[in-house]
Nanobody, 124 residues
């Protein structure tokens, strides 16, 4: 069983930055692919970014490329999402998630473990 705890959300003005953190329990963190999804009010949960286990290859949805960076610190069992140049449309609850395998994915149903979410609000 893997437990994920997100932190770092908050209220920021458009153009600002936030860094989300996700602390994971368990001994197999380094071998798991990790991801970030978000869900805005009235919308479906959508993929934001992912990082593979092992070699740390990253993948982003088009709307955040060049603005967001996903990274992991295996020594701390933590994955991060650095968000720069934030826009009002980035407002959502952001969820950290983990796969059983090392292969990253943008598919929600391929992730087995989920955090409780952290609110990010970007004001215009």
């Amino acid at each position: 069983q893997v437990q994920l705890v997100e932190s770092g959300g908050g209220l920021v003005q458009a153009g600002g930055s936030l860094r989300l953190s996700c602390a994971a329990s368990g001994r197999t963190f380094s071998s798991r692919a990790m991801g970030w999804f978000r869900q805005a009010p009235g919308k479906e949960r959508e993929f934001v970014a992912a990082i593979s286990g092992g070699d740390g290859v990253t993948y982003y949805t088009d709307s955040v490329k060049g603005r967001f960076t996903i990274a992991r610190d295996n020594a701390k069992n933590t994955v991060y999402l650095q968000m720069n140049s934030l826009k009002p449309e980035d407002t959502a609850v952001y969820y950290c998630t983990a796969r059983v395998s090392a292969t990253m994915s943008s598919r929600l149903y391929e992730y087995a473990y989920w955090g409780q979410g952290t609110q990010v609000t970007v004001s215009s």
